[in-house]
């Protein structure tokens, strides 16, 4: 039975009680407490379920690399599934379930997969479920996916917030154990900038649990105020760092307020560090032993065990067996002993045992079976003893010992994570049966020097006074490396016990028989056997990548931790290869899992990506605007009027304008300043059309293609003077624009003389359009000459209009009379106001995208992204007579020589008009004759853009067919999505083939 | 080879499953082949699986560098659906998910194609008109789709916010057989089934050279020594610079990473695959539980399998949005591969300057859910000179000016 001891317990604090849940029972526990060894302290060992046999499971660990004490923490929206219980700290009012049953802990229905399970072996879903087909869908899949994952996932937004924070330092330390710590002081004392990062509550580590300094918390205090006190050094606790990338780059992970839900503090904050140097002083992991029955509930890490007893004056049973192969685990037989509880013996498989520690063990009366495995560990729910083998055997009992916990360990593994993530190499270690850092391989920098160092025991260091010299010696190398001189050492005294050897065991007994090894778990969450390892090898899954898809072994969400070297040592004997032959698999970030939230941080909502605004944003706001998303602007597609539709507003918009004068707010044009003496050579390859030749004071419709010839962009070219040119662009093309002309300055044309800027935020743009617009600007009162002759089409000029500095462009989309008005960004909502206030009288109206796209269609203009798809050329859109045949290049010039695009039979640009004058479904497709060699229908056509024109009373469309500017008239069928009749033929719908520009197509409207 | 099935299981369990045989053979080289592919990941493997199975060529090599299904078969999100927009995508990637249906029962090995249905979200008026243009032409390529509104959305999948303040969920383009498969279980049944045909299946071997006379390709030069072919089958992906170089040619082709990621496995929340375009970023659930995640590829060019973290940020930043119960998961695992990317997006299935060498790579990040497709037009070309599912991908096309270009939703709107 698992409880709480009289005394000890060196981070709790006993004065403070903290009343808790666990699947609705009300327990207590103290401050400082973790959940689990608050449940250990309740007597309650049982936490969870596995994930394939839904095994009753207890904690093994005391940390981070927890694979069966997850549980669903919270309710409602604050609940968050597989929360490891080892690293929760206790509060008040914490609420917990334990996952991955039903219908309950105790009595789980889904573990008659336990008795089932030597009809499932690794991979058994690979050959069975396979007929008859329709079952996998309705009966197979739908019950393996109810069995599988594990906790339950909130169904409501979430409602705390995350952040982001930036750190820029010369080294940042993960780990504040003794040798994170020391390595701190190094770098500390040389004057670096230094972030220490420690992912537990508290510093020290490992350092007061595990002995070998005589002071360790007054060491640890004394070094941490010393810390405190260096203005270059920031130490964070519950502060994990989770990966490291390329160039110096680290994320860091901080649990701020889960133990205060509802608080205002940030839940999680994510740290994006840039990093000169990572110090890995992440210490190591304890490995189980794989013996049958190792996964009960009673069975823990040695380690684990110890730090209950120590750090939280809790035992996680009466009665402790230890099974080791090495001295370290006579550590938790002594804090046992010191707790006043009983260890009937200590079992361990080397042969000889000598040494000072099993020493100790021996002279505090504890019995030590050498040579010895277990057999078979008894009990269901939990531990009630152990049978004994030899180890050199092939497990025949020969004793048994009654018990109600068993203390593995199997040996230590380097934490060398951090190492790994951007590539560097490990090597084996024969003496301590681990993979610690290859130093002559380390993940290199962007100069190519090694940019990470593990030290203490994350370097193979694993007795303390060994650890501490590592620690100092690879931090002096690092600051030297940092090209500043280490400052005079002073390493604390130790008492570090020195430890005979290990004896690699990873099957216990040697000679298990196929029964016993199907009882041994490796990945205990997963459910991987030693068993399960041996047949992927026999199978031929003999990469380790193979075994781990094949078996799921270190996939579970301890990523292997536990498992990972176990399950190698297996595959590597089950090949006979050596261990390092086998190698590992990739070692990923993050070390532990990290919240989503936490990598989104304050991204979420209406900022979850920026939000540009115009200066008339609110204005439209205020009156109603039904937006519409183009890049990260909100444009309005309308401004519906009280219960009016988006297509009545649509359609008033456009006759107000047609008829009398409209308003369009387009500041989202991208505009972009093009000068220098080169200036005119530039535009000249960046357009299809000759703009070297446009004068000052005048405007060109210019067309922009890729190096593939494929249009990407147009928009209206104003020449402002002799070496400046002003580009517009389209809203969604003006970033991605300016970038593909810095593409060609920088690395074509690096020595043309250009320079370019993006002012589109600069300018607010307002379009005045309608046979009135010519009078209200007038009306506003202004110096600038707006007659037909004074500013022609496609013309430009430079005044004021009713107070404001004004650029008006002569320019239409619309195919009325036009003045596209820029004003600088700070007047743009008063001249809008302005321009209301002065058209009132004319029936002035704002109108937005959809009447601004209806308007082009009619006027037959093609739109980018519309008429556009990245697949046509201008020539397929009958615009030839904007290509300079006089130029010898120009961007894509090359590529419309290509034969595909010089083929005469391409599809082309017409005008679509319905028979009936309904409105042709939008993307729709003009059938042919036949099908292809594919069996797919043959076809001749498309729509590209289809609306209903108010202004003409019926649908019209724009649409690229076959030769269709040669086949004006003819009658085309086009398919429909519409679900036919039953039975019937698929429904279709005829349009004829009309010219493109529906309305005015001489252009009386805008050259008044 | 002996079948599996349930009952071979349970006999099987009887003994502790020490009957089951090797799932495929582990052979030294043979001095020549017939065909040799290299490369075996699910394209390479299923290139071989179709030469012998619809053409009869048996006496075949596929020569693997690592080992198989190592490279972007054990790496994608699983993803598989032929909701293409040009004819000859949608004719390929239709003819895969058609084969994949039956997959399991043709290779006796469950890959677990699991036809749960691909949402692709219209969030933009552009997007909802990109989609609308699809529908239509899957129409008449034979592919089922259509488009839906908002409402049916939430219905398919309920943990979606249809919503957002900034990109309201317009609908969506619904191709309710599309679905998932198990990755890694695609490339081990394709592998078994060649095995079984008599092929070897050669991992650890590297080709290092390509050899050629008279302009025709008779072998390949490897670090198991040298191996001569007929017919030589090059399916490498993000490496297929590399091995063009070896034989003298150059292609189209950048590699990029481009990243995925899985949350802690929780109980199924999502039978849906859902793509959402506007915001970068995809998801689904795995039979295991995990939240698998996908979004855009880095944007630079590098072979080292890792990421950037930022694009990892702009995808989970995106999926929150459009599911905020993700939030409070956390985050598993998270990895990169390496794709090969044309300048149309589109796959390269063809003949080469050099005789009897074929080339198939340029699958971008869309090559998982085309392998059966991919492996059959390979087959086909390889075996008979032409195939039609295969015509339109030749490396002509970038001479041409030919090209397929999917990126459609990627056009710009006023």
Not at chain 1, 566 to 589: H, K, S
Not at chain 1, 952 to 964: D, R, S, Y
Not at chain 2, 91 to 114: G, P, V
Not at chain 2, 303 to 321: D, K, M, N, P, W
Request: proline share 5%; charged share 20%; aromatic share 8%.
């Amino acid at each position: 039975m698992s409880s709480r001891l009289p005394q000890g317990g060196r981070l709790i604090d006993r004065s403070t009680r903290m009343a808790f849940t666990f699947n609705g029972t009300p327990m207590t526990g103290f401050r400082g407490d973790t959940l689990a060894s608050a449940l250990l302290a309740n007597g309650q060992r049982l936490m969870g379920r596995s994930f394939k046999y839904h095994r009753p499971r207890g904690v093994v660990t005391s940390g981070a690399e927890e694979p069966n004490a997850l549980v669903n923490l919270g309710r409602g929206d604050r609940l968050e599934p597989n929360q490891r219980a080892t690293t929760t700290p206790l509060f008040d009012g914490l609420t917990a379930r334990s996952q991955n049953h039903w219908p309950s802990l105790e009595y789980d229905i889904g573990e008659v997969n336990v008795a089932l399970s030597r009809f499932l072996p690794a991979g058994f879903y690979y050959k069975t479920f396979i007929h008859p087909r329709v079952a996998w869908k309705h009966v197979f899949e739908p019950f393996i996916r109810q069995s599988a994952g594990l906790g339950k996932a909130p169904k409501k937004p979430d409602p705390d917030r995350y952040e982001h924070f930036y750190a820029h330092v010369d080294v940042v330390i993960a780990g504040a154990g003794m040798a994170g710590l020391q390595a701190a002081l190094v770098a500390g004392r040389a004057g670096l900038n230094v972030l220490l990062c420690e992912q537990e509550g508290h510093a020290g580590g490992r350092l007061p649990v595990d002995g070998g300094m005589a002071d360790a918390d007054g060491w640890i205090e004394g070094t941490v105020a010393a810390l405190a006190a260096m203005p270059n050094v920031t130490m964070r606790l519950n502060t994990q760092v989770s990966g490291v990338y390329d160039h110096g780059y680290v994320l860091a992970y901080e649990r701020i307020a889960d133990d205060a839900p509802g608080s205002d503090a940030p839940r999680h904050r994510l740290w994006r560090i840039r990093a000169r140097h990572v110090i890995a002083a992440t210490g190591a992991l304890e490995r189980p032993l794989s013996f049958a029955g190792n996964d009960k509930p009673g069975v823990m890490l040695a380690s684990a065990l110890r730090d209950y007893i120590v750090n939280y004056g809790v035992s996680a049973g009466d009665r402790t067996v230890i099974v080791t192969n090495n001295d370290d685990a006579y550590r938790t037989a002594l804090a046992i002993k010191a707790a006043g509880l009983d260890v009937p013996c200590i079992v361990d498989a080397r042969p000889e045992v000598t040494g000072d520690l099993p020493a100790r063990a021996r002279a505090a009366g504890i019995e030590v079976k050498t040579g010895m495995g277990i057999a078979e560990v008894r009990g269901r729910k939990g531990v009630t003893g152990v049978r004994l083998c030899r180890q050199a055997g092939s497990g025949v009992p020969v004793e048994e010992v009654a018990c109600d916990a068993v203390a593995m360990s199997g040996g230590w593994s380097p934490v060398v994570h951090l190492w790994s993530h951007c590539g560097g190499k490990l090597t084996w270690d024969d003496a301590g049966a681990f993979f610690r850092p290859d130093h002559a391989r380390p993940p290199t920098n962007q100069d190519g020097a090694g940019f990470v160092t593990c030290l203490g025991a994350a370097d193979g260091a694993l007795v303390t006074q060994d650890a501490l010299s590592n620690a100092d010696a690879m931090a002096r190398q690092v600051v030297g490396a940092l090209g500043v001189k280490p400052a005079a050492a002073d390493l604390p005294e130790t008492d570090s016990v020195a430890e005979a050897p290990l004896m690699p065991v990873w099957v216990m007994p040697h000679g298990a028989g196929p029964k016993k090894r199907a009882k041994m778990w490796l990945d205990f969450q997963n459910d991987v056997k030693v068993s399960d390892v041996q047949l992927a090898a026999q199978e031929g899954f003999e990469s380790v990548e193979h075994t781990k898809r094949y078996t799921t072994l270190g996939m579970a969400t301890d990523q292997g931790k536990l498992s990972n070297i176990n399950g190698l040592a297996i595959l590597a004997e089950a090949r006979g290869a050596a261990i390092p032959d086998v190698g590992t698999t990739t070692f990923r970030p993050p070390y532990t899992p990290i919240s989503m939230g936490a990598i989104a941080g304050e991204a979420r909502g209406e900022i979850f990506q920026p939000l540009r605004r115009t200066p008339i944003h609110d204005w439209h706001a205020g009156r109603g605007a039904y937006w519409e998303p183009v890049g990260y602007w909100r444009r309005p597609y309308c401004f519906p009027q009280e219960d009016e539709s988006h297509a009545d507003a649509v359609a008033r918009e456009i006759d107000a304008t047609r008829n009398g004068v409209g308003l369009l707010d387009a500041s989202t044009l991208g505009k972009i300043i093009v000068k220098g003496p080169d200036a005119g050579r530039f535009m000249d390859m960046l357009y299809t059309n000759m703009m070297s030749s446009l004068k000052p004071g005048r405007c060109r419709y210019g067309l922009m293609c890729n190096e593939n010839g494929f249009l990407m962009d147009d928009g209206v070219v104003a020449r402002l003077n002799d070496d400046t040119f002003l580009v517009h662009t389209t809203t969604g093309g003006a970033d991605h624009v300016h970038a593909h002309m810095e593409d060609w300055l920088q690395c074509e044309w690096w020595d043309w003389q250009v320079f370019t800027a993006n002012v589109t935020e600069a300018w607010a743009q307002i379009a005045v359009v309608g046979p009135k617009a010519r009078t209200v600007l007038e009306k506003l009162g202004t110096g600038i000459d707006l007659s037909a002759e004074g500013l022609p089409f496609m013309a430009w000029a430079e005044g004021r209009i009713g107070g404001f500095d004004a650029r008006v462009f002569r320019i239409s989309f619309s195919g009325e009379l036009s003045f596209e008005v820029a004003v600088p960004a700070s007047q743009g909502l008063a001249f809008w106001e302005a321009l209301m206030e002065a058209g009132g009288e004319f029936g002035i109206t704002p109108y937005g995208t959809e009447a601004l796209h209806v308007m082009r269609a009619e006027k037959g203009f093609i739109m980018i992204g519309d008429e556009t798809d990245g697949t046509v050329i201008p020539q397929d859109l009958g615009l030839d007579w904007a290509i300079s045949k006089k130029k010898d290049d120009y961007l894509g010039k090359r590529a419309h020589e290509r034969s595909h695009m010089t083929d005469p039979e391409r599809w082309k640009l017409v005008g679509l008009e319905t028979v009936d004058g309904s409105v042709l479904p939008d993307g729709s497709y003009a059938i042919a004759e036949g099908e292809n060699a594919n069996g797919q229908r043959n076809t001749q056509g498309r729509v590209t853009s289809t609306y209903y024109s108010p202004t003409l009373g019926k649908g019209i469309a724009m649409g690229l067919v076959l030769n269709g500017p040669d086949r004006m008239g003819e009658v085309l069928t086009f398919n429909t999505t519409e679900v036919p009749e039953r039975g019937g033929p698929p429904k279709t719908i005829e349009a004829q083939i009309v010219s493109p520009v529906f309305y005015d197509p001489e252009g009386e409207k805008q050259n008044v | 080879m002996r079948r599996y099935s349930a009952f071979a299981i349970a006999r099987e369990a009887a003994r502790f499953h020490s009957g089951w045989d090797r799932a495929w053979r582990s052979p030294t080289p043979r001095s020549a082949y017939d065909a040799i592919i290299v490369g075996a990941g699910g394209h390479g493997l299923a290139t071989a699986y179709y030469l012998g199975k619809n053409h009869g060529l048996t006496n075949v090599a596929v020569i693997e560098k690592g080992w198989l299904g190592g490279g972007n078969t054990g790496r994608n999100t699983t993803i598989i659906r032929s909701n293409y927009l040009q004819d000859p995508s949608a004719a390929i990637y239709e003819k895969a998910r058609s084969l994949y249906e039956t997959l399991s029962q043709d290779l006796n090995y469950n890959i677990m194609f699991s036809p749960r249905g691909v949402m692709m979200l219209a969030q933009t008026q552009h997007e909802v008109r990109g989609y609308q243009r699809t529908a239509h032409a899957n129409a008449l390529q034979g592919v089922t789709t259509e488009f839906v509104g908002p409402k049916r959305v939430k219905e398919l999948c309920p943990i979606i916010n249809i919503d957002g303040p900034r990109y309201p969920v317009l609908g969506g383009l619904w191709q309710a057989r599309a679905g998932t498969a198990r990755h890694d279980a695609v490339a081990w049944g394709y592998a078994r089934a060649c095995s079984d045909m008599g092929m070897d299946i050669i991992q650890q071997c590297e080709v290092t050279g390509i050899t050629r006379e008279g302009g025709k390709v008779t072998g390949v030069e490897t670090t198991k020594g040298a191996i001569g072919c007929k017919k030589l089958g090059v399916v490498v992906a993000g490496h297929s610079g590399v091995v063009a170089n070896m034989a003298g040619f150059r292609l189209p082709i950048e590699s990029v990473a481009l990243q995925a990621l899985v949350s802690e496995p929780i109980k199924p929340v999502m039978d849906i695959v859902v793509m959402a375009n506007t915001v970068h970023g995809y998801m689904s659930q795995s039979d295991k539980g995990e939240m698998v995640i996908g979004g855009g590829a880095d944007g630079y060019n590098n072979y080292t399998q890792r990421g950037s973290f930022q694009h990892v940020e702009e995808t989970v930043r995106a999926l929150i949005e459009t599911f905020p119960m993700l939030s409070r998961l956390k985050m598993l695992r998270w990895w990169g591969g390496i794709v090969d990317m044309t300048g149309d997006r589109s796959p390269i299935i063809s003949k080469t300057p050099v005789e009897n060498m074929f080339i198939n790579c340029g699958w971008g990040t869309g090559g998982f859910k085309a392998i059966p497709g991919s492996g059959w037009a390979m087959a086909e070309l390889m075996a008979t000179g032409g195939s039609p599912l295969a015509q339109e991908f030749s490396l002509g096309r970038f001479r041409e000016g030919r090209f397929i270009d999917e990126s459609v939703a990627a056009g710009v709107a006023h």
